[in-house]
């Protein structure tokens, strides 16, 4: 069961990294390139606020999820990492619905 949990996470993780680039239109950016743990806010991609502004209206209609607190989207676009672990815990609060 771990590993599917595991490789459930690494696909998500993958399927985030693609939306960002996509989203983004990252022109110098593949997906293989950017790390779990990078920072997003501040970081090496150059991402600004109307940046988080188009990935937060995305990830609303992509995922569901409602993300309204400024606080909210920096906690939640600080890695690939925290915005698998936001997608995450929003499914499993769905599933158990």
Sequence with gaps: MTSEIGSADATLKSEIKQFI?????LKDVTPDGI?????????TLGLDSIDFLE???AMEKQYGIKITEADE???????VNSIAGHIAQHRARASSV
């Excluded at 680039?21 to 239109?25: A, F, G, H, P």
């Excluded at 743990?37 to 970081?43: A, D, M, Q, S, W």
Aim: aromatic share 4%; glycine share 8%; no cysteine.
């Design 21 to 25: 680039v996509s989203e983004l239109r």
């Design 35 to 43: 790390g779990d743990e990078e920072p997003l806010v501040e970081g």
């Design 55 to 57: 990935l937060t209206v």
């Design 73 to 79: 989207v920096r906690r939640i676009f600080t890695s």
